[in-house]
């Protein structure tokens, strides 16, 4: 389909502008034209151009060019469709520059993208703009496969790509998370020398922060010479986003310190969600104060993302601050502060403010969901499910997973399991949501099979993945299967044990009463300073009759925290299973001596 039949129906309607002619005419009225379109007049320029018409200025593609750009800036789509027609009527839709200009008319301001394909098919003659600009608006509409497509297409025609036709094609990539593919383009990156443009390696440090590559990205941008901010801010985003947030905090204040370079919007809400997770208060306090510097105060991402940090860090009084100045407020900035509370357990006052917010998101409703799972409030949750269903929301991962998660918090594992089985998409949190409420509700088989199913289909367990397992291996006695995961985990899928997995493993040997082993794995655990893990080990020893491994194991407890009661309640418990009841009494007068108080047991009753 040509412009003619696009263009035809706009010109139909003779809507064309009809204002007059100004009085005075320089005599070249191409020249008025232009310069009306670089002053930014641009119903002037089209009063001239419907008063000379297209026979006056035939052959002059540059007042076509020029007005339509001009309309472009205006974000004036109907006064571009009379130019089109005016294009048509002079004959010059064969012109690269005009129909360049045309087709990023629609590209920017068209109702329908399919509209635009129509006006590049259209076009008689495409070169490398033409060819990035419909790249670009595939990219731009979410079609990131047709924007590869078209890509190889150009290729095809032996039209050589430009530095921004390959960054765009690589964000289609990173979108994609098509890593092979984004090293297929990294090589013709390479052998077209392109490798030091700060646009392509932007574009490229990104597609491999995006697919967790986060050291090929530092390396790349190792290698450029001067950097600029926008490489900057793509290996600062590749850190956060592999959880790297030490290093993104660092490159960060190099940055600045170094390279005297100004963070944009995005630099600042990438460090500072690094902040956040890092629950560095100061810095982040340190980083505030340079937003207003930059000029970036009234900023919607940079203070979403501030709202975030401070909720993160436990200054919810500050993130509330935060929030009641902003002026613009969206969904991101409610869903920070939804999610500072909840983060720092003030779970009720998650659901006043949800039931306060006119606009809601899914990102609000899973939000709530997680507020009424920690309070295991399944009433509340069963209405904002309502809520949400009412609303007209159905398939979404983030919703789904978090009421997973509540039906399983709360004992409704039957019903968790049932809106699992019936997800058409599932990711880490869902699987883990299964897992852990299998789990917790006695079902450990149940929640290894969620587990070996987890890896079939694909998707990679987690650090809180394996807790679930190896919880679900320590309440079933398999012990067997439980040092299989826990050794998998670190040799297999590179995640390092932590508190809650050598808890998990005390707990599961304990109670096999295979003490000595517990023992022996913490002794060997980087956390074996961690007073938490010996007391389990305590705990276990209650059940059994060697009193000297009890003696040494609290011992233990009570060098690295002495205040805890708990090591001098387990050892006097330990002295009266097997009969000492002299020195379980000397256990208490030592407790008193050292002030130790014992904590009064709570219940939720």
Known sequence: MNLSAIAKRHCSSGTFLNLGVPQKRPASKVTEIVEFCKSGSLYDAIRLLNSTGSAGIKNKPIVYASILQTCNKALSFNLGLQVHCHVIKSGLETDRFVGNSLLTLYFKLGPDFSETRRVFDGLYYKDVISWTSMISGYIQVGKFEESIKIFWDMVGLEIEPNDFTLSAVIKACSELGKLRLGWCFHGIVLRRGFDSNPIISSALIDMYGRNYCSKEAQRLFGELLEPDAICWTSVISAFTRNDQFEEALGFFFLMQRNHKLIPDSFTFGTVLTACGNLRRLKQGKQIHSKVVPSGLS??????????????????????????????????????????????????????????????????????????????????????????????????????????????????????????????????????????????????????????????????????????????????????????????????????????????????????????????????????????????????????????????????????????????????ANVYRAVGRWNDAEEIRRLMDDRRVKKMPGKSWM
């Open 298 to 571: 009234g900023n919607v991402v940079v203070e979403s993302s501030l709202v975030d940090m401070y909720g993160k860090c436990g200054s919810l009084n500050e993130a509330q601050g935060v929030f009641d100045r902003m002026v613009h407020k969206n969904s991101i900035s409610r869903c920070a502060l939804l999610g500072g509370y909840c983060q720092n357990k003030k779970f009720k006052t998650v659901l006043q403010l949800f039931r306060e917010m006119g606009e809601r998101d899914i990102y609000s409703f899973g939000t709530v969901l997680r507020a009424c799972a920690g309070i295991a409030a399944v009433r509340q949750g069963k209405e904002v499910h309502c809520q949400y269903v009412r609303r007209g929301g159905w398939r979404c991962v983030i919703v789904e997973s978090a009421l997973v998660d509540l039906y399983a918090k709360s004992g409704c594992v039957n019903l968790a399991h049932r809106m699992f089985a019936q997800m058409p998409i599932r990711n880490t949190i869902t699987w883990n949501s299964m897992i852990y409420g299998f789990a917790q509700n006695g079902r450990g088989d149940e929640a290894l099979k969620i587990f070996d199913n987890m890896i079939k289909e694909g998707t990679k367990p987690d650090y809180i993945s394996f807790i679930g397992v190896l919880f679900a291996c320590s309440h079933t006695g398999l012990v067997d299967e439980g040092r299989k995961h826990f050794v998998s985990m670190s040799e297999e899928y590179r995640i390092k044990p932590g508190v809650e997995h050598y808890n998990c493993m005390v707990d599961l040997l304990g109670r096999a009463g295979m003490i000595e082993e517990a023992e022996e794995l913490l002794e060997k655990a980087e956390c074996r300073k961690d007073p938490s893990l010996w007391a389990v080990l305590l705990g276990a020893c209650s059940t059994c009759t060697e009193s000297m491994t009890a003696e040494r194991i609290a011992r233990k407890v009570m060098e690295l925290d002495p205040e805890n009661h708990l090591s001098y309640v387990l050892l």
